[in-house]
């Protein structure tokens, strides 16, 4: 059952690995079924070696439907997510380098650089520490992250959600490399701010970007 989606989530897991977000069996991604369930990575597998079956289905609760292997230490948390927030349909969990290091000086990533306005849909939280595998991860993340597709969690890592397994990871690697650009200009002296207004029109530009939408509107590509 599910088998498109559970290979999509191995390719996923790949993708994280490609793009430098995780180390061999990092992080973990899940995602909602069409009937509800939640499909979930196994623990401590290299993405690269699993097959579909390696997947393991639940119910929101945790109680397994199909699957023998030992389910992502963070299942509690990711479980929280996906009952508190009934509008998200994959959650990925990174331990991406550059945006967590900012965890490391800040508690906040401002929205100044486009690419995160778009893909992350606008600042970016720092969630307080919580310890790997804790039902904390879930609840910060549902706390902090508010309208936005990622939240770092402190001393951690990234969780990001999204309508699909695109989105989240979408949100994943373009907070990585908005977070690799401050990060290289944070070195060298203060940064500079694009405005509440600026960030907001980033944001709703976004809506039309991909092949799903349409034309964006004028107004939106006016300078401000
Ligand atoms: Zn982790």
Known sequence: MFEKERNEIIKTGI????YGLIALAGGNVSARMSDG???VTPSGMIYESMIPEDIILMDVNGNIIAGDRKPSSDTEGILYIFRERPDVMAVIHTHQPYATAISLIQDEFRADLTTLGNAAGGNVAVAPYSPPGSIAMGEDTVKYIGESFAVI????GVMTIGKSIKQALNAAVYLEESAKAYLAAAAVGPTKHLTDAQIRQTV???KYVGQDSGAIPKELTERI
């Not at 993708?15 to 490609?18: C, F, I, Q």
């Open 204 to 206: 709703e530009v976004y």
């Open 153 to 156: 969690l402190a001393h951690h």
């Open 15 to 18: 993708a994280l690995d490609r």
């Open 37 to 39: 369930n939640i499909l």
